[in-house]
């Protein structure tokens, strides 16, 4: 049977989650976390619009908090209390989108110039 998407995990189900599937992802007062470093406030706001678009997409709305050269994310089901499928399943998208390297694919897109400080705009983790 498969497991509701409205059905709160567990701390150690969360915690066991998060360290194969979204390892710079952490719990935190009952919210899955994450923060993103960036180079300024453009890469802020880029960061911000990503995610509100993903968000929106998928009808699921964090909690954002921004500052000049971060932005964290928190993800929580209100409806179940607590952390669900639906959170996770935002939070790997969000992850993906904003820490896409195209010049690391290999393809066609090379991607912003990382050897110049005008066109940063995030700070990879990975």
């Keep these: 049977m498969e ?3 409205q059905i709160a ?3 150690d189900e969360i915690r066991a989650r998060l360290e194969h599937e979204l390892p710079q992802w952490y719990l935190e007062n009952g919210w899955l976390r994450r923060r ?3 180079e300024g406030w453009k890469g802020t706001l880029m960061v911000i619009n990503a995610v ?3 968000a929106e997409a998928a009808w699921h709305h964090p909690d954002i908090t921004a500052s ?3 932005v964290i994310v928190k993800l929580q089901s209100h409806d179940a209390k607590g952390i669900t499928e639906k959170d996770f399943e935002l939070a790997r998208k969000i992850e993906d989108v904003v820490h896409w390297q195209p010049a690391k694919a290999g393809g066609a897109l090379t991607g912003t ?3 110049d400080p005008r066109f940063r705009y995030i700070k ?3």
Excluded: C, G, I, V
């Design 3 to 5: 497991r509701s998407k």
């Design 9 to 11: 995990f567990s701390e």
């Design 36 to 38: 993103y470093r960036t």
């Design 52 to 54: 509100a678009h993903l």
């Design 68 to 70: 000049y050269a971060f």
């Design 113 to 115: 110039p990382a050897d």
């Design 124 to 126: 990879y983790d990975y």
